[in-house]
């Protein structure tokens, strides 16, 4: 342990830790730009300078290591100086952009020039001129001018997934970010670079000019990517999701996600979504509403008898959905098949993140009872198909339609399904009911060491107002501007709060979708059953009642991070 | 009654209508004629009024009319870099904003550029913080819609090339 002193405050740290880290620790922000606390040290952007006592010049904060009695000031006359001519000397060749730069709003360069800069420059020649639109690979676009060679993407590769894809050419005020000749930026994580970039110098080709950062609500989520469910938000304006970035958690996914998982917003947004609940009428399906709907299967399962029925519920859908299924099943059908598809892609993992299996849920689906009893899982309920054994398919939130013969055997039963989008099971339905996406509902997934974690509403669902979602924040709590970009004060822009239905960008497409666990207590209560679940944590109410896998766990505990289930 | 002087002393005066009017006064006529006289000697000054909507009124550069989009007259297009200041600014929230990708210099313009003139105030703020001098508000202010709908005013109605524009953004530039 180190005793050291900064500001005035003395506080004991651990040993190893360097200023800046001890610092944070007692929550002084020492601005920096090349510091990440993923990535080596490389102090080359000055900007952490401190003054500490003892020391002939300042100290870069970021490389020096606390020593006992140490005395460090980080707020005086010297400090500032040092500071506002970092800045300076940054901006001499940084392009006038904020207006039409993606980083603006969210920018290191930004807040620390308004913060702790001169507010004036010196510099009055022609600024050096780089290119503005270089594509670095299928999803980046590099603006050179922006670049302040902090070289944290350079760490990034070189570090992190260890497949080196920039680097530095030239020196001084020529110096290009760069690929190496005839390469392209092609890694599955390479849009992590987007996200560390202290400014705008390396933008997302799909999200490019898009929206700006302020205008969007940022909702706390989980991917549905994979099975790794790595923590990330979801960025909306106008009720359209416009990114996906992730949010930290050390536990799961660090600072981190895959290129992948950035792009799993875009069948919430697509055209072949279900907006309506749909019945087959004359051999076509009609949109109708959810009484009808509801109606409709309630009375395709009442004139079925047990096993007659064969139940699929879905690793895409939430732990909540999964064990009311699997509960209307085994309670209410009294059918013994129960089972869900796995869609595992073999060799698609790496040690990273990315897992083979692209589901999030499909642990969840199995520990909260959507499980096949021996003899009675999805070969079986497919050779069931062929002896003609069952009456009807209900099938929740997949698309079970995994070749021809299954398609073809689907036209000899009733199928109810639910669906997000359009696929092929869908074609086959007597009932469709629309369900909610993971970015309409709320409810958790477990990923595949058992974390379960929980998904809020981002796109608001037709039967749900912006008010609904309100968490006020309460007086006092707004932190004082650091020039450090908290994603979670971002949240609800003004935009969002204010609308009303008379304005064009407050009534973005309100799709009328109910998370499956609502419809299915709708269906079973028709079938005679008495289900009260008023809200998605009732049903995991429930789940932490009788999974014991579950035990003891609630929303609450959950949290923005997550929690283990007991795995003894 | 009360009556404050410039002092800011304030003394009281009782009103006794009857006995403060004097002879003359009460005998009415008079009085009825010397405000005539004051009517009619108005005829031969110069207007003050306008004979609305035949004649119209030609306002002052710093007059705040209904904000447009400057088309420059070089380029052709708006000057517009859609950066969304002035939705940000907006006290009113009358402006929205969608941007895009554009292959000429600016990089970034405008895909769809509203103004709810129901909502407008005409402070003025977009003008100020637009940092292209891209908005500016106009000598206009007459605005007639007869929906909720036609009142949001889309690039099509605000979009003014710059000549048209002269007066206001010479006078912002002295203002500057
Ligand atoms: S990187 Fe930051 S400072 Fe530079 S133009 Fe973009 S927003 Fe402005
Ligand atoms: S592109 Fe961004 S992250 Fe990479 S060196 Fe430049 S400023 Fe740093
Ligand atoms: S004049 Fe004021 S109220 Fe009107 S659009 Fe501009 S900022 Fe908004
Ligand atoms: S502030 Fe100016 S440049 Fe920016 S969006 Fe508004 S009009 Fe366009
Ligand atoms: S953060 Fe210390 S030198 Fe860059």
Known sequence: MAKITIDGKTVEVKDGLTILQAAQEIGIDIPHFCYHPALSIAGNCRMCLVEVEKMPKLAIACATRVIDGMVVYTQSEKVKKARQAVLEFILINHPLDCPICDEAGECKLQNYTYIYGPGHSRFEEEKAHKPKRVPLGPNIVLDVERCIMCSRCVRFFDEIVKDPQLTFTQRGDRVVLTTFPGKRVDNPYSMNIIDICPVGALTSKDFRFKERTWNMTAVESVCPGCARGCNVYLWVRNNQILRITPRVNLEVNRYWMCDYGRFTYKPVNSDDRIKNPMIKVNGELVETDWEIAVETAASILKSVKPDEVAVLGSAYATNEDNYLLQKFAKSVLKTKYVDFLRHVKDGDEDNFLIRADKTPNSYGAYLVGVRSNNGFGFNEIVEGLRTKKFKVVYVMDDDIVLNDEIYSLLDEVKVIVHATNKNKTVEKADVVFASASFAEKEGTFTNFEGRVQKINIAVLPKDYEPWMLYKPRKFGEVKPNTGEINKANLALSRLFKFGTQFDRWASGERRNVKPSWWVIMQVANKLGAKFTYASSSDVFKEISETIREFKGLSYDLIGDEGAMINKN | ?176
């Open chain 2, 1 to 176: 009654m009360t009556q404050t002087k410039i002092d800011g002393r304030a003394k009281t005066r009782e009103i006794k209508r009857k006995a403060n009017l004097n002879l003359l006064e009460r005998l009415y006529l008079p009085e009825i004629f010397k405000g005539l006289s004051i009517t009619f000697r108005q005829i031969f000054k110069p207007k003050f009024t306008f004979e609305y909507p035949d004649v119209k009124w030609q306002p002052p550069a710093s007059f705040r009319g209904r904000p447009v989009l400057v088309v420059d007259d070089e380029t052709g297009v708006e000057r517009c870099v859609a950066c969304g200041l002035c939705a940000r600014v907006c006290p009113a929230l009358a402006i929205e904003v969608v941007a895009d990708e554009t292959e000429l210099d600016k990089e970034r313009y405008p895909k769809k550029f509203e103004i709810n003139m129901l909502r407008c105030i005409y402070c003025g703020l977009c003008e100020e913080v637009c940092p292209e001098e891209a908005i500016v508000m106009s000598k206009e202010y007459e605005l007639v819609f007869t929906s909720r709908e036609e009142a949001i005013f889309g690039k099509d109605k605000l979009l003014t090339p710059a000549s048209k524009l002269k007066d206001r953004l010479e006078f912002l530039r002295k203002m500057r």
